[in-house]
């Protein structure tokens, strides 16, 4: 079972919608990610959270909201999303950053916007 | 950050054979990191290198690294219906805080 809980595991909305995606982790990890998993296309890593503080912020569009209360949990507040923003978005923790840290996902929000 | 590129693109074997997969990148890297993606979850780690480590074993896998030539290769031996999965590589540039993927092998073993 993973230490990386994601919820809801399915959600689909219309594009003028706004919904919340949610992440905790179990494993008492200092910094948590989200990825974009687009069908065909390579992981699109989104943004990064350190300590709390967002550290990457990888040209993303501001109809996505990230928000990190706390070093458990992780949001992703979504507003007037696109079609093409349909995807698998996947949230990670690691303990520490860019050391030897691997990444444990959650399995997943399988996002639809219709 | 860099990407790596895995190659093939997918790989279709027998049960009981053998898997090779490879990963190539373009920068100095700290480490490279190996994942499996079961269809429809996230992924898991499989295995981590260190840029001054060559080789490295955990049950069924073992993992090549060979830092002159900017590539890695990871084989499963005795292959099983389970390991039916996408395979990502990651390289890890010293201090980065991003880990990315490529478009991953995509692995069917057949029973």
């Known amino acids: 079972e993973t230490g990386v809980t994601q919820t809801p595991r399915h959600l689909v909305m219309g594009m003028t919608n706004k919904k919340s995606l949610k992440c905790e982790q179990h494993l008492g990890h200092n910094a948590m990610y989200w990825y974009k998993q687009s069908a065909k296309k390579p992981l699109e890593l989104m943004f990064v959270?350190?300590?709390?503080?967002?550290?990457e912020n990888n040209s993303v569009p501001s109809r996505f909201s990230p928000e990190c209360p706390n070093s458990s949990h992780l949001f992703l507040h979504l507003h007037t999303l696109q079609p093409e923003d349909s995807a698998l978005y996947l949230c990670a923790s690691s303990q520490g950053q860019g050391g030897n840290s691997p990444l444990h996902f959650g399995n997943g929000t399988r996002l639809t916007v219709t | 950050s860099q990407q790596g590129e895995e190659d093939p693109q997918a790989l279709s074997i027998q049960e009981g054979e053998n898997a090779t997969m490879n990963c190539s990148y373009k920068?100095?890297?700290?480490?490279l990191q190996w994942y499996r993606q079961n269809s429809g979850r996230g992924l898991v780690h499989l295995i981590l290198?260190?840029?001054?480590?060559r080789e490295k074993h955990s049950g069924r896998l073992r993992v090549t690294l060979d830092t002159s030539k900017k590539s890695s290769s990871l084989l499963i031996t005795a292959s099983r219906a389970a390991d039916t999965a996408s395979y990502f590589c990651?390289?890890?540039?010293?201090?980065?805080?991003?880990?990315?993927f490529g478009k991953g092998t995509k692995l069917s073993v057949i029973p």
């Open positions: 920068t100095s890297i700290n480490n």
């Open positions: 290198i260190r840029s001054n480590e």
């Open positions: 959270y350190s300590l709390e503080e967002r550290v």
């Open positions: 990651a390289p890890r540039g010293a201090g980065s805080y991003q880990l990315t």
